[in-house]
Structure formats: C-alpha cells, structure tokens
C-alpha cells in the first residue's frame, strides 16, 4: 500500500505570496492532519480534517487554512506568507478519528525569502 | 495543557555502544508513539504502546510504556550509524490531538 505522499517537496517563495500544499493519505485512511517542523518550536499541529470537515485546529492564525476533498486528499493554504513561515510541513494520515495511529508523509520544506 | 519531555535533547555516542532516551509527561496517555526521523524527511513509525507497563521490542530497539502510562522509553542495543536521527514520543489520548515531544537527536558515529 503506498504511503503517504506530499507535493511539492520543496518550494520557495517571498513574503507576502501564497503557497498550496497537498497531501494524498494512504487508501482507506480518512482522516488528515497538519503539522508545522522548525527547529526552534518542533513539531506543532496545525489542523486536522475528517469526512470533509475540520474537526481541530491548533494555535495558529487565520493565515493557514485547509481543506480536504471527498476523496480524502488534501491541501494546506498560507496566505501572506512571513519569514518565520519557512518550516517542514508534514501531513500525516490515520484510518479514523479515534484511531491511535499516524503515518507521516515525507514533508513539504518551504523556504520564503 | 498535556506536554511531553524527552532526554537527553542530544546524544553522540560510538558505534556498538547501548543507550536509553526517555520521554516523560505528567499527564496520562491511552497510548504512546515512537518515531525516527532523518534530515529533511517526515517521521516514521516505528511502535505504538498501549498498556502499561508493556514491553515491545523491534530487533535492537526497546521500547516500554510505564505503569502508570505517564512515561516511556527506549533503549538501543548496539547502535549502528543507521540509527542516527530524531527520536520523538507521541502521546495520544481518544478525541484530542496527538502530542509530540522536542526529540532526541541521536548521533552514533562509526
């Protein structure tokens, strides 16, 4: 069964830009959670999404936003991208809510400039 | 708030040497994650304990769940370079969001 997987692997961009990330889960995993990775913070969730639907978020602002499609997949949005945006983004995916694990993608690392 | 701690932030040690890291919390978790990650790569799964006190072993690597599932830890049996990378711990309880440790980095040397 294929893993999962993320796209693009890297990306860079300047402040103030937009970025769009993807997350395609392993097969029949429904639920999709985002992490941010930095050095300093390590790793910090972001959101999680099941059935369409965010179903928790964590402290981070309005700027990062998701959204999961009926297939599963899904993308992670950064709007008015800052310096300390750049960081490894790593999508995970589990089978259900409740499930008690995760399996990581390999990361996006954005770098905004 | 649930937080995770591990020790030591650091190791560097030689090869076929045995080490322990450790990964603590005050609060208690229905189940608990080990993962290694490499440079510029995500985490992978390496166990899930579930009951305390429970002992899993992976070849060289050891893994236990404390008693009172508040802890947990993992010990190498004669490291090898391949082990070098970042250990995290993960705690998870139903209906709330996993929560992850800082890390040990491990650095075995040939």
């Known amino acids: 069964k294929a893993g999962v997987t993320q796209t693009p692997r890297y990306l860079i961009k300047t402040r103030g830009q937009q970025v769009t990330l993807s997350c395609s889960p392993i097969?029949?995993?429904?639920?999709v959670s985002w992490y941010q990775q930095t050095p300093g913070q390590g790793l910090q969730f972001l959101f999680e999404?099941?059935?369409?639907?965010?179903?928790n978020k964590g402290n981070f602002p309005g700027r990062f936003s998701g959204r999961q499609f009926s297939n599963s997949r899904s993308e992670m949005n950064v709007s008015t991208l800052e310096l300390g945006d750049s960081a490894l983004y790593l999508c995970?995916?589990?089978?259900?809510?409740?499930?008690?694990?995760?399996?990581f993608g390999p990361g996006t690392r954005l770098t905004v400039l | 708030t649930q937080l995770l701690e591990q020790s030591p932030q650091f190791l560097s040690i030689q090869e076929g040497e045995n080490l322990t890291v450790y990964c603590n919390s005050s609060s208690v978790f229905s189940s608990l994650q080990w993962y290694r990650q490499e440079p510029g790569e995500g985490p992978v799964l390496l166990v899930t304990v579930v009951t305390g006190g429970e002992v899993k072993k992976l070849k060289r690597l050891t893994f236990q769940f404390g008693d009172a599932r508040k802890d947990s830890s993992l010990h190498i049996t004669a490291a090898q370079p391949g082990d070098t990378g970042l250990y995290l711990c993960?705690?998870?309880?139903?209906?709330?969001?996993?929560?992850f440790g800082p890390g040990t980095r491990l650095s075995v040397l040939p």
């Open positions: 999404y099941f059935s369409e639907t965010q179903r």
């Open positions: 995970a995916s589990r089978q259900n809510l409740g499930y008690n694990e995760q399996f």
């Open positions: 097969s029949g995993h429904r639920s």
């Open positions: 993960a705690g998870y309880n139903y209906g709330q969001n996993f929560v």
